[in-house]
């Protein structure tokens, strides 16, 4: 089992970056993709983001790419997503998340993380 807790999200402004952290317990990182999704206020829960356990391919939403990169670290147990030029529709919580698969869809991912809220005015 991996327990996952984020950090780093914040209130900036528009065009600022930010770098969330996601600190992973257990000794079975690297065995497992890890993905980033989002999700705002009355919608959706969003794919933002992915890496395979190796971390040889990454992958990214559409809304994103370009602006986002996704990068982790097997020997410190934590996946980052470096969010730059950061728009007011990035705003929303942000949730990392541990699987078997490097999948785009939520319910391919066996452990979440609690959140952090990404907040980017105008």
């Known amino acids: 089992q991996v327990q996952l807790v984020e950090s780093g999200g914040g209130l900036v402004q528009a065009g600022a970056s930010l770098r969330l952290s996601c600190a992973a317990s257990?000794?079975?990182?690297?065995?497992?993709?890890m993905g980033w999704f989002r999700q705002a206020p009355g919608k959706e829960r969003d794919f933002v983001s992915a890496?395979?356990?190796?971390?040889?391919?990454?992958y990214y939403g559409s809304s994103v790419k370009g602006r986002f990169t996704i990068s982790r670290d097997n020997a410190k147990n934590t996946v980052y997503l470096q969010m730059n030029s950061l728009k007011p529709e990035d705003t929303a919580v942000y949730y990392c998340?541990?699987?078997?698969?490097?999948?785009?869809?939520?319910?391919?991912?066996?452990?979440w993380g609690q959140g952090t809220q990404v907040t980017v005015s105008s």
């Open positions: 257990g000794r079975t990182f690297s065995s497992y993709a």
């Open positions: 998340a541990a699987g078997y698969t490097t999948g785009f869809n939520s319910y391919e991912y066996d452990y």
């Open positions: 890496i395979t356990w190796s971390g040889g391919h990454t």
